[in-house]
Each structure stands twice: as structure tokens, then as C-alpha cells.
């Protein structure tokens, strides 16, 4: 799998019309933690998945939060 990364000008054109999904940091307590960075992951392993549907197969993360321990 490679992961490429584009200048968001050069991206602007071909992302006209297509759908966003909002990141709300409220929901995570403003925590860019690693909580955050497992559901960001999974969120976009499951973004892959919905065009290229094979790769589902390899998934086996975890697709709820986890619950952080009390006092975090």
C-alpha cells in the first residue's frame, strides 16, 4: 500500500462537489491523543475500504472507542 501526499491547491480541482467529513475536536475534549489518532486511523482505513472493498478482509481494528481508564 503507498500513501501519497498532495499539495491542497493541486487537490482543490478534483475535490470540488465531493463530500467532506468533518473532524469535531469537541468530541474528543479538544485531546489530540492517541485515542484520537486510533479513530482517525480506523475512520480512514474504512474510507480505503469503501473503494477498494477487498481490503476489508485484512481489517481488525476496533471500530467503537475505546473507553479511556478514569481521571484522563
Do not use: C, H, W
Request: proline share 8%; net charge negative.
Amino acid at each position: 500500500m503507498n500513501v501519497q501526499l498532495v499539495e491542497p491547491a493541486k487537490l482543490a480541482p478534483l475535490l470540488a462537489g465531493n463530500f467532506a467529513v468533518p473532524i469535531l475536536l469537541d468530541e474528543f475534549d479538544f485531546r489530540l491523543d492517541d485515542e484520537f489518532a486510533r479513530r482517525l486511523g480506523v475512520a480512514m482505513l474504512n474510507a480505503i475500504a469503501l473503494g477498494q472493498p477487498d481490503i476489508k478482509q485484512y481489517m481488525t481494528v476496533t471500530q467503537e472507542p475505546i473507553d479511556r481508564p478514569s481521571g484522563q
